[in-house]
């Protein structure tokens, strides 16, 4: 099985992307430190379309210039990607992670390109030019975040050898070429040259509904794979065409430290793999490219994806009564911090994991448990 959106496999993570474009990069900022550098007074920039008119998406992709929006800006510290390039991986649909933080990053600056799992690329193209992901594509400034191309991507193989022959003749990979890995990271490289950041947005659990004691061998391999080394692959494959001083970042969840009964298939096992990966990834891509690498641990995310799990709004609900800050936890929060740990105001941060859950993470008892009222 492929890797799908981490909107889908990420299986655990905040509210539904809320799109309207008043509370993209607004104050309710997840990183309160940097509110107001995160605020869309401070300097935000974002993608604005020099091309002529025409679809999002065409065979020959238009480039897009940024402009900055910080004309008349309040005095603060501006989140500022113009000239970045972002290559996300992991982006099916408008209402997970992955595309909150392709629209934090586009509205700071950024140029977006995505890659999405082969199976959903002709769904989400379509969608695009049809206009039904417009309103969620607006930015701050009211404009629509703007992406540059969309690679055909399924990180679960490396190169071409490694996939099996009942993939390559599936119908729903039919038209589609040069989607493993290696030949995206080839396809950026010959179409832009390089590019600044790079995000791991996706996972997949074939078996997550499975307690780990019932997990087969081959679900539990298939959901690190899927899951955690499909980040070592794509940072193996893109750091060479990654300028000095960029920024990667994953996605993972407190499962992989804490217990969550139900969150099973190995994908417990996948995020734990995935954070210790993001320190030892933080050194060796710290000293052969000088890329930092961080990854967010993010609180349960109501997607279409994640309803796999089958009792995710129940973990959202257990999060809004049992965090410190009893709140809705948005998607677009999750982007505001993934915006300023690939910016230069985080060049000091490396090998981290940023837990953005209105403090879930640091709970140790649950303050509506029934023992407590008795």
Known sequence: ???????????????????????????????????????????????????????????KYKRFAVRAMSQGAAPGLPIDLRGKRAFIAGVADDNGYGWAIAKALAAAGAEILVGTWVPALNIFETSLRRGKFDESR?????????????????????????????????????????????????????????????????ANGPEVTKPLLETSRSGYLAAVSASSYSYISLLQHFLPIMNPGGASISLTYIASERTIPGYGGGMSSAKAALESDTRVLAYEAGRKGKIRVNTISAGPLGSRAAKAIGF???????????????????????????AFLVSPLASAITGSTVYVDNGLNTMALAVDSPTLST
Not at 151 to 156: H, K, N, Q, S
Request: hydrophobic letters at 40%; glycine letters at 6%.
């Open 312 to 338: 995710i709004e129940k973990m959202i609900e257990y999060s809004y009564v049992n965090a410190p800050l009893q709140k809705e936890l948005l998607a677009d929060e999750v982007g505001n911090a993934a």
């Open 138 to 202: 607006k930015l701050p400034d009211g404009s629509l975040m703007e992406i540059t191309k969309v690679y055909p991507l399924d990180a679960v193989y490396d190169t071409l050898e490694d996939v099996p022959e009942h993939v390559k003749t599936n119908k729903r990979y039919a038209g589609s070429s040069k989607w493993t890995v290696k030949e995206v990271a080839e396809t950026v490289k010959d179409d832009f040259g390089s590019i600044d950041i790079l995000v791991h947005s996706l």
């Open 1 to 59: 099985m492929g890797a799908s959106a981490a909107t889908g496999i990420q299986l655990v993570a905040a509210r539904p992307c809320v799109p309207a474009c008043q509370r993209m990069l607004g104050s309710r900022s997840v990183v309160s430190a940097f509110g107001r550098a995160l605020s869309t007074r401070t300097g935000f920039a974002s993608c604005v379309q020099t091309a002529s008119a025409g679809p999002l998406v065409a065979a």
